[in-house]
């Protein structure tokens, strides 16, 4: 499975539940990919901002080497499931959308840990709470885990 994780600016909460989900994957041996994007381009080329660095490091995940990009069209193509951290990243990414494919691969990813209820993390970038962010990143992201290991 090809997972891309996508926020706002790319900086702060999808670069976090990428690397979450980097550990995830070499945990548990699994054949998957991850990568995450912005719906803003913002902070293109950009490192992730250093709470978020500084959050995956007492956790014990390195995202230096992650630069921020923009979410793209063809990225319907590259992977299979696109987690959007909040509805606005949601609609955003639907609104490139080509066909009922395409959408169908776009999940909150907080509907993982919280079935149908459509949460949404916070966005931390003026208000703060990391670590907050971090631990509902990883209750997701393990949810997902066991979701897939038993056959999704
Ligand atoms: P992110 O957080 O979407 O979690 O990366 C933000 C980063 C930057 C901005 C907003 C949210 N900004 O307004 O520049």
């Excluded at 550990?23 to 992730?48: C, P, R, Y």
């Excluded at 990009?69 to 080509?98: C, G, P, T, W």
């Excluded at 709470?129 to 038993?150: N, R, T």
């Amino acid at each position: 499975m090809r997972i891309l994780m996508v926020c706002l600016g790319n900086i702060c909460r999808s670069p976090l539940a990428q690397g979450i989900m980097e550990k995830m994957i070499v945990f548990n041996n699994l054949d998957w990919t991850v990568d995450s994007a912005g719906t803003s381009g913002w902070h293109n080329g950009e490192q992730a901002d250093r709470r978020s660095i500084a959050v995956a490091e007492a956790h014990g995940i390195n995202i230096r080497q992650q630069r921020s990009r923009l979410f793209v069209q063809e990225d319907f193509e590259e992977f299979d499931l696109i987690l959007a951290m909040d509805v606005s990243n949601y609609h955003n990414i639907l609104k490139l959308a080509r066909n009922e494919e395409d959408k169908k691969k776009v999940e909150m990813i907080l509907n993982y840990s919280f079935p149908g209820e459509n949460r949404a993390v916070p966005d931390p970038y003026y208000e703060g709470g990391f670590e907050h962010v971090y631990q509902m990143l990883e209750d997701a992201v393990e949810a997902l885990v066991k979701a897939g290991k038993s056959g999704r």
